[in-house]
């Protein structure tokens, strides 16, 4: 009788075992799978943070060429204040994505190429001497977009 209620006590005390290690298990299964789909989402967040920044830095290159361009050929008034509005647009949409950049990535190498690339989009506004000079700070323009794309693209790679 002693070795049916020791046998009975040591399979109760396996399964209470087994059922705390399988918990422990179940446990730490979901524990990593929350996060891989946390670092999945901040990886997606990042990626559109970046797409959506150089989209913003392209479009008001192209606004800012078009304005310069009109006031260069010398354009109407009313076709320069439209183009003024529209790079006035353009720029306003770059400040969403440069804040989403800003706080997602922590890399300096990406924030300081985001910088240079908005600087030098920026600097298109004052380079109406000539469409030599406008085409040169369209091209260093694009030159910073790329930079900021590869540096970027360095991260994510190995984030």
């Not at 049916?4 to 979901?30: K, N």
């Not at 913003?56 to 310069?68: C, F, I, L, Q, Y």
């Not at 920026?122 to 000079?133: L, Q, V």
Request: glycine share 6%; charged share 25%.
């Amino acid at each position: 009788m002693l070795l049916t209620l020791v046998t009975a006590a040591l399979a109760i005390v396996g399964t209470l075992l087994g059922s705390i290690v399988s918990g422990r298990f179940q446990e730490r299964t979901a524990e990593r799978s929350v996060r891989v789909s946390h670092g999945e989402a901040i990886r997606r967040d990042r990626l559109e943070a970046v797409t959506a920044l150089a989209c913003a830095a392209s479009d008001h290159r192209r606004a800012m060429w078009m304005r310069g361009d009109a006031v260069l050929k010398g354009a109407g008034s009313e076709r320069v204040d439209a183009l003024r509005g529209e790079s006035h647009m353009t720029r306003s949409a770059i400040n969403r994505p440069l804040v989403a950049v800003r706080v997602l990535i922590e890399d300096q190498a990406v924030r300081a190429a985001a910088d240079e690339m908005i600087t030098l989009t920026y600097a298109m506004r004052d380079a109406h001497g000539t469409i030599e000079e406008l085409a040169g700070a369209r091209e260093a323009a694009k030159e910073g977009h790329d930079a900021f794309v590869a540096a970027a693209a360095r991260y994510l790679q190995a984030a």
